[in-house]
């Protein structure tokens, strides 16, 4: 009788371990969603997140070579970020052998019209809407250089800095090259600089 019982005993305890304590299906893995707490790798290391910008850059790219090709002064006024920078690149060893001001080169919104057929001439509608990958580049976000961290300096924390820069041959048979600096600014992709090898205003 005793032995009849402890048997008993033993197979409610075991069914009891093979099939109550058992979970139901997803229910662990619900648990450990519960309990788990969604971790903040840039809180927790302390370092800045590089956005990954890249698509809304290209988005935006897309839209600038259309409003070039169309001559859509409207659509250009209001991708260019103001002050815009005019003035040639310059580089920190040029800072140190030079007296020219980069403010210089600053444009505002209400000088635009003045030197919007400078910016925008035929050889900058006839390039950038045929330009390709090889015209384009990242800026290194570790960069030291004086152009483009005073260009940084209006963007959004952690996002990059892009550049076309062409090089062609005019029509008189000389070389020259214009760029332009591309920024995310309050979300939103803008032109920060406009460059060619010769000042802009002045």
Request: aromatic content about 12%.
């Amino acid at each position: 009788m005793v032995i009849k019982k402890y048997i008993l005993l033993w197979s409610t305890l075991t069914l009891h371990v093979l099939t109550g304590c058992k979970p139901a299906p997803g229910q662990r893995n619900e648990l450990k969603q519960s309990v788990t707490p969604k971790v903040n790798v840039a809180a927790q290391s302390q370092q800045p997140v590089i956005d990954n910008d890249e698509p809304l850059f290209r988005q935006f790219l897309a839209q600038f070579k259309f409003a070039v090709k169309q001559k859509d002064k409207a659509a250009l006024s209001n991708m260019l970020y103001y002050p815009l920078q005019t003035s040639p690149q310059w580089s920190n060893t040029d800072l140190q052998s030079s007296t020219s001001n980069y403010q210089d080169g600053l444009l505002s919104k209400k000088e635009l019209p003045l030197y919007m057929a400078d910016i925008f001439s035929g050889d900058v509608t006839r390039l950038v809407p045929a330009s390709t990958e090889d015209d384009l580049s990242v800026i290194d976000a570790h960069s030291n250089e004086d152009y483009y961290l005073r260009l940084r300096q209006v963007t959004d924390k952690g996002t990059s800095l892009y550049e076309l820069q062409k090089q062609y041959v005019q029509d008189n048979g000389k070389e020259t090259s214009f760029g332009f600096v591309f920024g995310k600014v309050k979300g939103t992709y803008k032109i920060l600089s406009y460059y060619t090898p010769w000042p802009l205003k002045g």
